[in-house]
């Protein structure tokens, strides 16, 4: 499978700006997906962006993606301890019907 | 939004016990469905690909006659574990392909997965 890559934990303060970082090889990769996984539950999906674009932005989320450098980034803006989860970034190619996800990062919010 | 559900979220049984989950797509159709397991604070790993009305698509190393996939309508993805050992406990979790109309753009909808704990 393709390999997708993410830091494993992110500690941040509350109401400060948390970045999770995504890194993925395949080139072909069409859309791009941000999944929260809370404990002991399934994956909610938060945002994504089609590869053609560099940004977007959903309230306090913003999506960043450098195709050449195949890199995906997750700013969540004034975060909140309610914010603390695990963040999949999760890639798909146009022909296809998989996922590959990443590693997971898992975020701690401290109060 | 597009809603999955999976049932039931927590299983105990013994040994040699099969144990079927159920995953069903609420407010859209879904063709094809996905079954993962997650192992403790490890990503997703896709075991099989569920297409209504023909057999399931299996990841490599997944056993299919050990995990038995069943997708009789466009709404309703059965996983059945046959004779269920302590190896098997893991959390599982189903997705459904949601299609939209005049995009590619067919995100995945997860359920909120099963934890299977074989004694």
């Not at chain 1, 948390?18 to 090889?25: A, G």
């Not at chain 2, 049984?13 to 403790?40: H, N």
């Not at chain 2, 997703?44 to 050990?66: C, F, H, I, P, R």
């Not at chain 2, 459904?96 to 997965?113: M, V």
């Amino acid at each position: 499978g393709e390999d997708v890559e993410q830091s494993l934990f992110l500690s941040v303060r509350e109401g400060d700006s948390s970045v999770i970082n995504c890194t993925y090889t395949d080139s072909s990769s069409t859309y791009l997906y941000w999944y929260k996984q809370e404990p002991g539950a399934g994956l909610q999906l938060l945002t994504y962006i089609f590869s053609n674009m560099d940004m977007k932005q959903d309230q306090r989320l913003t999506v960043l993606l450098n195709k050449k450098d195949k890199h995906l980034s997750l700013r969540i803006a004034d975060t909140q301890t309610g914010d603390s989860a695990i963040y999949f970034c999760a890639e798909r190619q146009n022909t296809g019907n998989q996922f590959y996800f990443g590693t997971g990062t898992s975020l701690t919010v401290i109060p | 939004g597009a809603v999955v559900s999976q049932h039931p979220s927590w299983v105990i049984c013994k040994s040699g016990t099969s144990v079927k989950i159920e995953c069903r797509s609420l407010d859209f159709q879904a063709t094809t469905m996905f079954w993962y397991r997650q192992f403790p604070k490890q990503s997703l790993m896709l075991m099989a690909t569920s297409n209504e009305g023909s057999k399931a698509t299996y990841e490599q190393g997944v056993e299919k006659d050990k995990f038995l996939i069943n997708h009789a309508s466009l709404t309703l993805s059965t996983l059945t574990v046959t004779s269920a050992h302590p190896e098997d406990s893991s959390f599982y979790i189903c997705s459904a392909r949601e299609r939209r109309q005049n995009t590619n753009n067919q995100p995945q909808h997860f359920g909120d997965g099963t934890r299977l704990s074989i004694l």
